[in-house]
């Protein structure tokens, strides 16, 4: 698949679907137009209930997501979009008028890979659409089963084995863990770990790095141990 660019706008040459989820008509009305005219195909739903439907019926290649919905609030449909085996991988953005950065914590735990608060600029968010399918397509490019020791990690099943044992790890700390084990014996920096893991966020510090990586060694267990720190710069993971 290749890709051009206009405008600073990515334009995919294989049309890619994106799920618009908000209880106002008119916000999903102009959210549509703007990534219409970018060369998306776009759906909406205004209910966590017509948006699972959605989801399970035809998966989408990403899906904007409101926090606040009538029926089912954003971060309980996130979580349902995480657990489920056929839609785990799904690109989400978050779009909220929570601004507030433990609400975005809490958004990026859960497995959201970016997050726009309203008022946004159209602009602006279809030109995160276009990065966040730009980083999915570059990580489903790496190796898919990785196998360091006793983890295994496999990313089309989105599932890591730790001695044979599921470790239940969010989005996050999934994609940190692939990030160091596609890299063994080799320092991966904080700065370069934001990149891959959060993109555009400018609200994510390295201390969040820090956080998510002390969670991932507690669900590893006695496997934790094999990410190591290097005080200063970043983190390892061992090679063996």
């Given at each position: 698949m290749s890709s051009g660019a206009l405008n600073g706008v990515y334009y995919l040459d294989v049309v890619k679907k994106i799920l618009v989820i908000d209880d106002e008509p008119d916000l999903c009305e102009l959210v549509r137009v703007n990534l219409d005219q970018a060369g998306y195909r776009?759906?909406?739903?205004?209910?966590?209930?017509?948006?699972?439907?959605?989801?399970?019926?035809?998966?989408p290649d990403l899906a904007v997501l409101d926090l606040m919905l009538p029926d089912i609030s954003g971060t309980e449909l996130c979580r349902k979009i995480r657990?489920?085996?056929?839609?785990?991988?799904?690109?989400?953005?978050?779009?909220?008028?929570?601004?507030?950065?433990?609400?975005?914590?809490?958004?990026?735990?859960l497995g959201a890979d970016?997050?726009?608060?309203?008022?946004?600029?159209?602009?602006?968010?279809?030109?995160?659409?276009?990065?966040?399918?730009?980083?999915?397509?570059?990580?489903?490019?790496?190796?898919?089963?990785?196998?360091?020791?006793?983890?295994?990690?496999?990313?089309?099943?989105?599932?890591?084995l730790v001695d044979g044992a599921e470790a239940a790890l969010t989005a996050k700390e999934f994609n940190l863990l692939r990030e160091l084990m596609a890299r063994p014996g080799r320092v991966v920096t904080r700065?370069?770990?934001?990149?891959?893991?959060?993109?555009?966020?400018?609200?994510?510090?390295?201390?969040?790095?820090?956080?998510?990586?002390k969670r991932l060694r507690e669900k590893l267990g006695q496997s934790g141990d094999l990410i190591e720190t290097v005080r200063g710069v970043g983190y390892r993971f061992a090679d063996v």
């Open positions: 776009v759906e909406t739903a205004t209910s966590g209930r017509d948006a699972l439907q959605a989801l399970r019926h035809s998966k657990s489920d085996s056929a839609l785990s991988d799904l690109p989400i953005i978050m779009l909220t008028a929570k601004a507030a950065e433990v609400d975005r914590v809490v958004g990026f735990e970016d997050y726009v608060t309203k008022p946004f600029s159209p602009r602006e968010l279809t030109l995160r659409v276009a990065a966040v399918l730009r980083r999915r397509s570059a990580e489903t490019a790496v190796e898919e089963v990785l196998e360091r020791g006793p983890i295994c990690l496999d990313a089309a099943r989105h599932r890591c700065e370069a770990l934001l990149e891959c893991v959060w993109g555009s966020d400018v609200t994510v510090t390295s201390r969040t790095i820090d956080t998510h990586l």
